[in-house]
């Protein structure tokens, strides 16, 4: 397996799970453009990804809310990458992000933040995709890889949250399910140029509440939560020739949660 020339884009490269999909990436050859709204940790990761290999990444800020800016920054990253043949979109608002009226009960969930949180799950994804079909298509090796979540394929059991301050806004699961469409949607459009294929992580260890960490094990057959780097070994086979003949899947990586 080998990725070695292949240029990559990662959106919310600055992320927890955004480490691990850059990691892969480089470790495996491909040069990375680490795109995050966060420009502070867009530096950070380059310098941590080019610590593993000179040369290997450059940053790009951008504000996935706005359309314009992140065609351009689809732009920048061709400009300076010299091309793209990996567009990898995990960028997106989680159950802890920090925006007021989305991780509250669901009475007090608001329209400005669903809207918001569907402009970075599920438009952007759109956006980004139609800005760079052209350099994917002409790299002979054009891969998209989407991340979807558990939860856009199951309905969450709210008792696992019982007594803590944990949330699961419903924009959320509903982007994650509206990525598996898109999913499929793209993987037939753009064939047979760029192959289109999804992730579904479980839930990720972030040193949840034992109370909730306990109900989660307990209905995981590997009887654990994910770690980051579970999800390099997806990452790296969607984006190498190993699935060369695979497009419009999702790829679950949840320690066996949907298989009940």
């Given at each position: ?60 800020v ?28 995990c ?10 009226g ?69 924009g ?31 839930g ?23 770690k ?16 060369e ?16």
């Open positions: 397996m080998n990725l070695s020339g292949r240029k990559a884009l990662v959106t919310g490269g600055a992320g927890h799970i955004g480490l691990a999909v850059t990691e892969a990436l480089v470790e495996l050859g491909a040069t990375i453009s680490v795109l995050d709204v966060d420009a502070a940790g867009c530096d950070k990761r380059v310098e941590h990804l080019t610590g593993l290999r000179e040369d290997s990444a450059v940053a790009v951008c504000d996935l809310t706005d359309e314009q800016a992140t065609r351009q920054a689809i732009k920048e990253s061709v400009r300076r990458l010299g091309g793209l043949d990996i567009l990898v979109h960028a997106a608002y989680v159950g802890t992000t920090q925006t007021p989305w991780a509250v009960p669901f009475e007090q969930q608001t329209v400005e933040a669903w809207d918001t949180a569907i402009r970075v799950n599920l438009t952007s994804p759109f956006v980004l995709a139609q800005e760079a079909i052209e350099s994917l298509s002409a790299s002979g090796y054009g891969s998209i890889i989407l991340f979807s979540s558990i939860y856009g394929m199951n309905g969450p059991d709210m008792g696992i949250y019982a007594c803590t301050d944990m949330a699961n806004p419903a959320y699961g509903a982007s994650k399910g509206g990525i598996l469409q898109l999913t499929r949607h793209l993987a037939t459009t753009l064939a047979p140029r760029v192959r289109v294929n999804s992730i579904s992580p479980g990720v260890w972030r040193n949840q509440p034992d109370a909730f960490h306990q109900r989660y094990i307990s209905r995981t057959p590997l009887h654990r939560m994910a980051e780097e579970d999800l390099k070994g997806a990452v790296a086979y969607l984006a190498s020739d190993l699935s003949y695979v497009t419009g899947q999702n790829l679950v990586v949840d320690g066996g949660w949907t298989a009940w």
